[in-house]
């Protein structure tokens, strides 16, 4: 006999637990049915992995409300207790401990465990009182931030009364004044400190430097406080960064995770390492263009416990050297993005690791497909593959390579030019049904074919005829320049209506095969995959769990495919729908019918008018971010009217001229994020 127990039933830890599987925007909305459910949504476990980004002070006053008192009545209206945020990420934003914030430090300061601040200004006392307020912080991040090591007094005053205990990663990147003195500061601030990351820091390499800064008594005075275990601060100087007291510090901690990259570090200084940090289990050497050799003590020193790998944009590592990466068979993560010479040879190599989860081989020139399709075989663990860009890899190799590989999680295969991509789909559309990020953008060949399913359809195989010349196949027309550009595009027409023939007697078949296999799929990027239509995005696209889509681009995207998008692919939070000049109005007004819709991105689409933004303020989802550059149709007073109703500032901007050109605008600069959180 079935029993049925009502949702308020069930004990508070198993309401908890059933939430740990729903998303951010799901729990907020279980959070809302009742009191208990309120109470299951705050348990600390379900808010390890979110952070809390804050760059408006806007989002200091929501954190933390003031109380309001009635004037009539003179009554206090409670305030609610503060949510159970554990990470926060401050950028580009004075932080201090007054004024604005006064009350979000003693708020939420015992709660913190991972606190970033990127390129933010913060004077040295509030820095230190920040650090009092948060004594079970465990992973701090400091980019940029200049001003607060200027005079070198920071943590000057917490030497002997502040201990951090539970720290455990330290992030000290993107700086340019930090010094020997600062560094041992911090560390002597975390007894348990484990992880450390200097990247982009003015590390000087330079053993003549050091002794330079370091006279005879004062280095044998730093080297034997060193042994005997204890952090040098008054010794260390106040003037220089060096990574010779780098290494005698962090080998006191015995650090299993280091990240020096994008510094000057050479062989010898990668020598020095192997042999003073034998406790490394992870490894991060970016954009280390010095480095030209040394991977072979790499592969001797840490050869069976060296477990994760960064050497991407080192790209004057020689080939006989990346093959003594084979040796390392313990890696579960190496990134070879961007490292120039990595050959057939060193593909072969890497059959080795069987125990690789990543494996990033993007922008590389010299990688042999038939090589590396038979190294994937080896990879029984595998569950990241990136091959974005490979200049000599050909059909064949990349149709082996998905075939041998172990069913996979992501899947990134950006700027691929190969004429038979919607095979290698087909193939990833069957083996890999566990893929949740997908990256086709800059393929081409990319086709509704590919996407539904029936590429290997003999029935709908095309015709010879179609590749004849424009006279052959419209016999009326009277004029015919035979380019190769029209032929392309009475292909594409004729191939276009015939699979629009057949989809709708094959529709529910289709529903089995195709990219409607991939249910899991919570990211997929078709960029500039201008051969993709509202057939493949109106049939097949049914993923009730994808949250990014990108098609940016893609010409044949009409208002019919916001239509069956809103309606198939009901939580979608991020769209990017650039340089789709099809969209009308009325495709806009579909999607304020997104419940999850967060970031919009409609630059380029010029059909668009004043309509299309009083359709989005009738929007059901969270919509923060809106980018609506080069719609030349909308004006000032209705883009003033939505600045209003959003809650944040809106990227947008009116053309002088609709008939200048507009070029792209440039990215953003990098901002180092969360090593395991999602920002």
């Known amino acids: 006999m079935a029993v049925r127990v009502a949702g308020d039933e069930l004990p508070c830890e198993v309401v908890s637990h059933l939430m740990s599987f729903l998303p951010l925007r799901d729990r907020i909305s279980a959070s809302a049915t009742c009191r208990q459910w309120y109470e299951a949504s705050r348990a600390p476990h379900l808010h390890a992995r979110e952070v809390v980004l804050v760059h408006t002070s806007r989002a200091i006053k929501d954190l933390c409300p003031e109380a309001v008192v009635h004037p009539d009545t003179l009554e206090v209206e409670p305030v609610w207790p503060p949510p159970p945020f554990q990470n926060f990420c401050f950028r ?72 951090l205990q539970a720290l455990d990663e330290l992030q000290l990147t993107n700086t340019r004044y930090i010094s020997d003195c600062i560094f041992n500061r911090f560390v002597a601030l975390a007894p348990n400190l484990r992880r450390v990351a200097l990247l982009g820091c003015n590390i000087t390499c330079s053993s003549a430097v050091f002794g330079r800064f370091y006279p005879e008594p004062r280095a044998q005075q730093l080297r034997n406080q060193l042994a005997q275990g204890v952090i ?28 020096v990259g994008v510094t000057s570090l050479a062989f010898d200084n990668l020598n020095d390492l192997c042999q003073r940090l034998n406790s490394v289990r992870a490894l991060d050497l970016r954009k280390c263009f010095q480095l030209v ?76 497909g038939p090589i590396l399709s038979q190294a994937m075989a080896a990879m029984t663990q595998l569950k990241h593959l990136y091959l974005n860009r ?73 015709p010879p005829a179609y590749q004849n010349t424009l006279m052959d196949v419209l016999p009326h027309c009277g004029v015919s320049l035979g380019s190769k550009a029209e032929r392309q595009i009475v292909y594409e027409a004729k191939r276009k209506k015939q699979l629009a023939v057949h989809l709708t007697p094959l529709k529910e078949a289709m529903l089995q095969q195709g990219i409607c296999n991939l249910t899991a799929l919570s990211s997929l990027d078709l960029s500039n995959c ?99 550059q080069r719609c030349s149709k909308l004006t000032p007073n209705a883009v003033n009217i939505f600045c209003n109703w959003l809650s944040h500032s809106i990227n947008w901007s009116m053309p002088q001229n609709k008939q200048q050109s507009w070029c792209m605008p440039p990215p953003p600069p990098h901002l180092p994020s969360f090593t395991d959180a999602d920002c």
């Not at 006064?102 to 708020?107: A, L, T």
């Not at 041998?404 to 700027?415: F, N, S, W």
């Open 293 to 368: 050799k040394g991977l072979n003590r790499v592969a001797d020193a840490f050869s069976a416990t060296l477990t994760d790998l960064d050497l991407s944009d080192c790209s004057f590592l020689t080939s006989a050297d990346l093959r003594h990466l084979g040796k390392l068979t313990a890696l579960h993560r190496l990134n070879l993005n961007g490292c120039k010479n990595v050959d057939g040879e060193v593909a072969h190599e890497l059959r080795n690791l069987s125990k690789l989860e990543l494996l990033d081989l993007s922008n590389n020139e010299r990688v042999l």
């Open 530 to 628: 201008s051969r993709v239509s509202d057939l493949s995005v109106r049939n097949v696209f049914r993923f009730n769990q994808l949250r990014f889509l990108s098609l940016e681009r893609n010409c044949q995207i009409t208002d019919s495919s916001i239509q069956s998008l809103v309606m198939h692919c009901p939580s979608i939070e991020e769209l990017n729908l650039q340089d789709c000049g099809q969209l009308t109005n009325l495709g806009v007004s579909y999607l304020s019918h997104l419940q999850r819709l967060r970031e919009l991105n409609l630059n380029g689409c010029d059909f668009l008018g004043d309509a299309s933004l009083e359709a989005l303020m009738t929007s059901k989802g969270p919509l923060r971010n809106v980018s609506l």
């Open 390 to 462: 490979l200049a000599l890899l050909d059909s064949d190799s990349l149709l082996q390579i998905v075939k041998q590989a172990p069913p996979l999680i992501t899947l990134e295969m950006a700027g691929c030019v190969l004429p038979l991509i919607d095979a290698v789909l087909a193939v990833v559309c069957t083996r890999h049904t566990t893929i949740k990020r997908l990256n086709l953008a800059n393929c081409p060949f990319v086709t509704d074919a590919g996407l539904t399913g029936l590429s290997e359809n003999p029935e709908l195989e095309c």
């Open 92 to 163: 580009e934003l004075e932080v201090r401990t007054t004024g604005e914030m006064r009350h979000f430090w003693p708020r939420f300061g015992r709660r913190i465990l991972r606190l970033s601040l990127q390129n933010c200004e913060v004077s040295e006392k509030a820095f230190n009182d920040i650090l009092v307020q948060c004594p079970n912080l465990r992973y701090l991040h400091l980019s940029g931030c200049n001003e607060l090591y200027m005079s070198g007094k920071v943590l000057e005053s917490c030497q002997g009364t502040l201990r």
């Open 232 to 259: 040098p601060v008054d010794v260390a100087a106040a003037n220089v960064f060096t990574f010779e007291n780098v290494l005698g510090v962090l080998s006191v901690r015995k650090v299993i995770s280091l990240g």
